[in-house]
């Protein structure tokens, strides 16, 4: 994981959060893949003043960037809905409807 943020108490905070979802990240590519896959997280500051700690415990913090790989593609779901986030997906030019 990579740590951008402006460590700030709050931010180091939840870097231990980021880092299990990292490493959860790369266990689903992994297990879907049937090979070692990896996953990577930038931790970087928000841009205002985050109002949903519990979100951001849980491993999705609004400030980050997150990337992973695997052969089979998927979407990791955030169900603590909040629209303040932006999610952009790029998926190869390959057949997925399997």
Known sequence: MKNLTLNDPTQRELLSHL?????????V???LS???KTASITAMPDL???HNVTRMRGGFFTGA???WDSDV????VDTTVNVCGTAIFR?????INR
Do not use: W
């Open 29 to 31: 590519g992994t297990k």
């Open 19 to 27: 880092q299990i979802t990292e490493n959860l990240l790369a266990k």
């Open 34 to 36: 049937g090979c070692k």
């Open 91 to 95: 998926i190869s030019n390959r057949d």
């Open 65 to 67: 960037h997150y990337t």
């Open 73 to 76: 593609p998927f979407i990791p």
């Open 48 to 50: 205002g003043i985050a």
